[in-house]
């Protein structure tokens, strides 16, 4: 039965502040921080004095305030019981695809990727992947396979003032060229991240389908370019797309 009581005002106020804290790494001063939330100064400062009491924020010497200590175990405690997560670390250790390669999960939030778990592999990458790490899902193999899956029209709102972040020379900045991006991801039925998060580095990324098509997370594997033939694409592609499949197929039968 669903409640029919309105939200909490302040809790509300809370939870979009721990948003915005999420996307911003170096933190937000208070000013900076109510408008992003649309929100007055007065009650934003409230919110936030009483969130750095409980150790979910910490504000710095500077004055910006930046997530706390305390997400960290909430983070862990979510991850453990999350039934992606789980069926990833079994599917890995049963099928042991690429295991000399890294291997990241991701979920699709908003114009993000956020990776949520990560297996590491024996041959070095060009970056290093932590858990709760935001990157732009244009720029990756891994959001631009979920991106693949979404309706033309999802894709096109979610980019509506085409503002496109960039990590590297490489990385998309115009709709047209994300538009012919997802439609050869599309053709493919896996996305190539070619120096476009990380100068030296490419990913193969696949989107793990939920039920009714649309995408519950990703997969994508990572690899330094000078090591990578076409050879070893293709082979990385057909094993990733495994993974991410018997992934699909578990959480199917929940």
Same mark, same amino acid.
């Given at each position: 039965?669903?409640?029919?009581?309105?939200?909490?005002?302040?809790?509300?106020?809370?939870?979009?502040?721990?948003?915005?804290?999420?996307?911003?790494?170096?933190?937000?001063?208070?000013?900076?921080?109510?408008?992003?939330?649309?929100?007055?100064?007065?009650?934003?400062?409230?919110?936030?004095?009483?969130?750095?009491?409980?150790?979910?924020?910490?504000?710095?010497?500077?004055?910006?305030?930046?997530?706390?200590?305390?997400?960290?175990?909430?983070?862990?405690?979510?991850?453990?019981?999350?039934?992606?997560?789980?069926?990833?670390?079994?599917?890995?250790?049963?099928?042991?695809?690429?295991?000399?390669?890294? #291997?990241?999960?991701?979920?699709?939030? /908003?114009?993000?990727?956020?990776?949520? $778990? +990560?297996? @590491? =592999?024996?041959?070095? &990458?060009?970056?290093?992947?932590?858990?709760?790490?935001?990157?732009?899902?244009?720029?990756?193999?891994?959001?631009?396979?979920?991106?693949?899956?979404?309706?033309?029209?999802?894709?096109?709102?979610?980019?509506?003032?085409?503002?496109?972040?960039?990590?590297?020379?490489?990385?998309?900045?115009?709709?047209?060229?994300?538009?012919?991006? #997802?439609?050869?991801?599309?053709?493919? /039925?896996?996305?190539?991240?070619?120096? $476009? +998060?990380? @100068? =030296?580095?490419?990913? &193969?990324?696949?989107?793990?389908?939920?039920?009714?098509?649309?995408?519950?997370?990703?997969?994508?594997?990572?690899?330094?370019?000078?090591?990578?033939?076409?050879?070893?694409?293709?082979?990385?592609?057909?094993?990733?797309?495994?993974?991410?499949?018997?992934?699909?197929?578990?959480?199917?039968?929940?």
């Amino acid at each position: 039965m669903t409640s029919s009581k309105p939200p909490v005002p302040s809790v509300a106020r809370a939870a979009q502040i721990l948003e915005a804290l999420a996307a911003a790494p170096d933190g937000v001063v208070l000013s900076d921080l109510a408008r992003a939330i649309g929100a007055p100064k007065s009650s934003c400062l409230a919110v936030c004095t009483t969130l750095v009491g409980t150790g979910l924020l910490v504000r710095t010497a500077a004055g910006a305030y930046q997530l706390g200590w305390k997400v960290v175990p909430l983070g862990r405690a979510y991850l453990a019981r999350s039934s992606l997560v789980v069926e990833f670390r079994r599917v890995d250790q049963e099928l042991r695809l690429l295991r000399d390669d890294t #291997i990241v999960l991701s979920l699709l939030d /908003g114009r993000s990727v956020v990776y949520v $778990e +990560t297996r @590491p =592999g024996q041959r070095p &990458v060009a970056m290093a992947y932590e858990i709760g790490m935001r990157l732009p899902a244009h720029c990756t193999a891994s959001g631009k396979s979920q991106l693949a899956a979404l309706s033309d029209d999802d894709i096109v709102e979610r980019y509506a003032d085409e503002r496109f972040e960039t990590l590297t020379p490489h990385s998309i900045s115009r709709m047209p060229d994300l538009m012919a991006e #997802i439609k050869q991801t599309r053709e493919n /039925g896996y996305a190539i991240d070619d120096e $476009e +998060t990380a @100068p =030296g580095m490419m990913c &193969v990324g696949a989107a793990i389908p939920g039920r009714g098509g649309r995408p519950v997370g990703a997969l994508s594997v990572s690899m330094v370019k000078a090591a990578v033939d076409a050879d070893r694409i293709k082979r990385s592609a057909e094993q990733i797309l495994t993974l991410s499949k018997a992934i699909a197929e578990r959480l199917c039968d929940f």
